[in-house]
């Protein structure tokens, strides 16, 4: 099953933007998914049990790193492509 999520990382710290663009190379950086960015938001789409897992990874570093707000919606189905 195909999932798509809907995440805005908000790092509580002055300076967020490297930390923003390191935490979307670094979901890009998983071949099996779809990655997508606007101004407000990055979209990542792919089978529901790896985006999970890879999610959990991504999430826990975020997390160790930098005091952070992380938003995130779930959609069924790829978004990205329909």
């Known amino acids: 099953m195909k999932i798509t999520v809907d995440i805005s990382l908000y790092p509580l710290t002055e300076n967020f933007i490297p930390i923003i663009k390191d935490f979307i190379e670094k979901l890009k950086s998983y071949d099996e998914l779809t990655v997508a960015t606007n101004k407000l938001s990055t979209q990542i789409s792919g089978e529901y049990s790896y985006l999970?897992?890879?999610?959990?990874?991504e999430v826990k570093g975020i997390f160790e790193e930098v005091r952070s707000?992380?938003?995130?919606?779930?959609?069924?189905?790829?978004k990205l492509i329909d």
Do not use: H, R, T
């Open 69 to 78: 707000v992380l938003v995130m919606k779930f959609l069924s189905g790829d």
């Open 52 to 57: 999970m897992n890879v999610l959990n990874i």
